[in-house]
């Protein structure tokens, strides 16, 4: 074997070899890409998760100061009728006079 066939051979083989470095690496690209794609998925999933849940959020807060108004409405009525009844003693007093 001269020198010319043996560089040959090694040059051959290192070429190979990058080619099957080169091939892994490939693979080793697709496999990152493919989870940066569902990591974006799951992002995007949780945003719309997050903003539903704020939705949520807003609309019990707006429930909730409902309920307070109905709670403060009935208890504003009950002090009317009270002070209605109030003043129709007094007229009663007063016309029985």
Do not use: P, W
């Amino acid at each position: 074997m001269t020198d010319n066939d043996k560089i040959l051979t090694h040059f051959t083989t290192r070429v190979r070899q990058m080619i099957l470095q080169y091939n892994e690496l490939k693979n080793e690209n697709e496999e990152l890409y493919a989870m940066v794609d569902a990591r974006e998925e799951e992002i995007k999933r949780l945003k719309a998760s997050l903003e539903q849940s704020k939705k949520d959020y807003e609309c019990l807060k707006t429930a909730k100061m409902l309920e307070i108004s109905d709670g403060d409405i009935d208890s504003a009525k009950r002090r009317l009728s009270g002070l209605i009844r109030e003043v129709n003693k007094c007229i009663t007093l007063l016309s029985g006079k």
